[in-house]
Every structure is written in structure tokens, then in C-alpha cells.
T-cell receptor, first 120, second 114 residues
Framework: AQTVTQSQPEMSVQEAETVTLSCTYDTSESDYYLFWYKQPPSRQMILVIRQEAYKQQNATENRFSVNFQKAAKSFSLKISDSQLGDAAMYFCAYRTNPNAGGTSYGKLTFGQGTILTVHP | ETGVTQTPRHLVMGMTNKKSLKCEQHLGHNAMYWYKQSAKKPLELMFVYNFKEQTENNSVPSRFSPECPNSSHLFLHLHTLQPEDSALYLC?????FGTGYGYTFGSGTRLTVV
């Protein structure tokens, strides 16, 4: 079974600065998807960024980018020019690519989450 | 409008009560999910439905009973719950069970069992 680990229960950053959230995962599969979700106090889980394991290029969405190290099974999220609205719980998640024949296809496995505080 | 709507937003119930959580999506997604989110624990997948058929039940106690009458609606019927069942219950949906895209989540129901 896949496991996802976020080793930083809490992180803080000054507004306009850059912060990196860590995520590692364990899998024996070669083809899968990785995600970062944001959960603000409104509780709405919002997809931030998505990475396909077969793509070597790191995904980028505006101020959000990832550092995907497949061999190391690491998937960190970098938030540049942090804004007050970025304050939230961030979850790393793993999803098996069903085209690879995984038996747990479709299921998202989440890490424990990292609470990000942004200071003005 | 988030695309996935959950009601009620908050629910307080006694251990002998029977209540239901409702989830609705009009995104054209054909897979729907129930997750439990407890403090200081990872999100736990409870049930998966694909085209109205239950495809996964992760050893959830029988006091939780899901129902999926169609691809747009998902219910979670609750009865004789325990205080440890207090948590945030999140519903999600996805397009194409096998596309690898992420899920769309609702805002959850905050359940308190007293």
C-alpha cells in the first residue's frame, strides 16, 4: 500500500517570502499522480497543483511549483511571494495511475497535512 | 459555488439518533467518495462509488451506511454513533474513475456526537 508522509506539522512564512513544504511517499509503482491540496478555514479542499510521475518536468501554477524527485520519492511544494490568503492546511496526496493496472486505482492517499501560517 | 455541495454544514447528534449527510454534484462526474477527517489524523477514505455502484468499503463500521441513488447524489446514513465518530466528513467526486485527475471536494459536514 502507498503511504504519504508530511514531516512538517506546522510552517510559517513572512508575507512576500518563499516557503517550501515537504512530502515523501512510498510506493512500488512506477506510474502515478501526485497532488497538493489546500484546505483553508472554510474547509473547502482546493487542488493547488498536479504532477504526473512519468513527466520529468516539474509542474508550475503561478506562484506554486513543485520539486519532484522520483528516485528519492520526494514531492515538495514551493510557494513564492507568499500572500495572506495562502494560510491554510496543505495536504500532499498520491493517486495510482489506473492505466498501469494498479488495484487501488482512483483512490487518493493523503499525508497528515502541514499548517501554513503567513505573517504580515 | 464549489461544484460539490454538502448538507448540513454542521450536525450535532446523540448516540441514539439517526441522521443523514447529503452530497450533491452536477459536474458530470461518475465517481463519488466519502472521507473522514479527524484532528491530527490523515484523511481516511470510507467509501467509493463508481457509476452508482459501491467499489470500495474500507472496513467502515456498519453504523455508517452509504447510499448512492444516482451519479449525482451520495448519502451517508448515520445511526447509533459513538463520540469517536465526531469528525469532519468530506464528500468528493471525480471525472472518469481512471483519469488520474484530482478530486473536487465539498466543504464538509462537521459532525459532533454527544
Amino acid at each position: 500500500a502507498q503511504t504519504v508522509t508530511q514531516s512538517q506539522p506546522e510552517m510559517s512564512v513572512q508575507e512576500a517570502e518563499t516557503v517550501t513544504l515537504s512530502c515523501t511517499y512510498d510506493t512500488s509503482e512506477s506510474d502515478y499522480y501526485l497532488f497538493w491540496y489546500k484546505q483553508p478555514p472554510s474547509r473547502q479542499m482546493i487542488l493547488v497543483i498536479r504532477q504526473e510521475a512519468y513527466k520529468q518536468q516539474n509542474a508550475t501554477e503561478n506562484r506554486f511549483s513543485v520539486n519532484f524527485q522520483k528516485a528519492a520519492k520526494s514531492f515538495s511544494l514551493k510557494i513564492s511571494d507568499s500572500q495572506l490568503g495562502d494560510a491554510a492546511m496543505y495536504f500532499c496526496a498520491y493517486r495510482t495511475n489506473p492505466n498501469a493496472g494498479g488495484t487501488s486505482y482512483g483512490k487518493l492517499t493523503f499525508g497528515q497535512g502541514t499548517i501554513l501560517t503567513v505573517h504580515p | 459555488e464549489t461544484g460539490v455541495t454538502q448538507t448540513p454544514r454542521h450536525l450535532v447528534m446523540g448516540m441514539t439518533n439517526k441522521k443523514s449527510l447529503k452530497c450533491e454534484q452536477h459536474l458530470g462526474h461518475n465517481a463519488m467518495y466519502w472521507y473522514k477527517q479527524s484532528a491530527k489524523k490523515p484523511l481516511e477514505l470510507m467509501f467509493v462509488y463508481n457509476f452508482k455502484e459501491q467499489t470500495e468499503n474500507n472496513s467502515v463500521p456498519s453504523r455508517f451506511s452509504p447510499e448512492c441513488p444516482n451519479s449525482s447524489h451520495l448519502f451517508l446514513h448515520l445511526h447509533t454513533l459513538q463520540p469517536e465518530d465526531s469528525a469532519l466528513y468530506l464528500c468528493a467526486s471525480s471525472q472518469g474513475f481512471g483519469t488520474g485527475y484530482g478530486y473536487t471536494f465539498g466543504s464538509g459536514t462537521r459532525l459532533t456526537v454527544v
